[in-house]
């Protein structure tokens, strides 16, 4: 506890981390609360609120009633930049990606939807909920939604069969021009903790994409709740 400036509990963050990151695999339990007070010469209440805040970063999750645990965030950490294809991230960490529709169906665009997608109210519109998974556990829960005059004929079985870039692509000469994200932390709502199995109350990273072809017209919309524990959201800077 060298830097007098920062606040404890944020230098035990530091030093957490980098323990976590050097010297512990994904799942092996942490000291108690007590035995890291000890060892950092803190108080109960700097451990705690430092153990609160690499919780809400994912490098750590809790059990009740059996301790701390170091979260698989140091093994396989995702870099959501730059990338449009789940399948593809997945399979350059070397895991297997698969994904469940849980619903597709069409509905008919609210104001809030019209105005992300661009179309009028009451326009029809796709709705895909896809629960993402690597190796069989639950990563992401994605709702997405597609103006329906444009991808009209699209079923569930085409996007089993393929990733939806690819549908896009093959299928409706749909040619992606960008996408643009925004990522944004949370806590999981009860529903959607189901879904991505993990506790109740957990923290989660929010991801919002518009992707745009080369018309320049919005032809996705979709929103995701990602595990916090799985992802995190990296940028390099280049300096000019």
């Known amino acids: ?3 007098k400036k920062q606040p404890l509990y944020g230098q035990l963050v530091d030093e957490l981390k980098e323990s976590i990151e050097k010297e512990h695999q994904a799942h ?7 035995e ?3 060892i950092h010469g803190v108080s109960r209440t700097t451990v705690r609120l430092a ?5 809400n970063l994912g490098f750590i999750y809790k059990k009740h009633g059996k301790g701390t645990f170091v979260s698989g965030v140091s093994d396989s ?6 990338a449009y294809s789940f399948t593809e991230q997945m399979k350059s960490l070397g895991k297997e ?3 469940k529709i849980l619903e597709f169906l069409v509905v008919e665009s609210n104001n809030y939807l019209s105005e992300q997608l661009g179309v009028h109210k009451g326009s029809q519109l796709i709705k895909i909920k896809r ?3 690597a190796d069989g556990e639950p990563m992401m829960l994605e709702r997405t939604y597609l103006p329906y005059k444009r991808f009209e004929g699209l079923t569930s079985e085409m996007l089993e069969e393929k990733p939806m870039y690819d ?3 093959d299928t409706y000469n749909q040619r992606i021009k960008y996408a643009e994200e925004e990522f944004y932390a949370s806590i999981v709502s009860d529903k959607d903790a189901e879904y991505i199995e993990v506790p109740i109350g957990s923290a989660a990273l929010n991801l919002v994409r518009k992707t745009v072809n080369q018309e320049n017209e919005i032809i996705e919309y979709t929103l995701s709740v990602a595990r916090a524990d799985q992802f995190r959201y990296k940028v390099l800077h280049h300096k000019n």
Do not use: C, H, W
């Open 28 to 34: 092996d339990l942490l000291p108690s609360e007590r």
């Open 1 to 3: 506890m060298k830097n």
């Open 167 to 169: 549908v896009f692509y």
């Open 131 to 133: 629960l993402r998974l």
């Open 97 to 99: 990606p698969s994904t």
């Open 77 to 82: 950490i995702l870099n959501l930049t730059g």
């Open 51 to 55: 153990l609160q805040e690499l919780e």
């Open 36 to 38: 890291l007070a000890e």
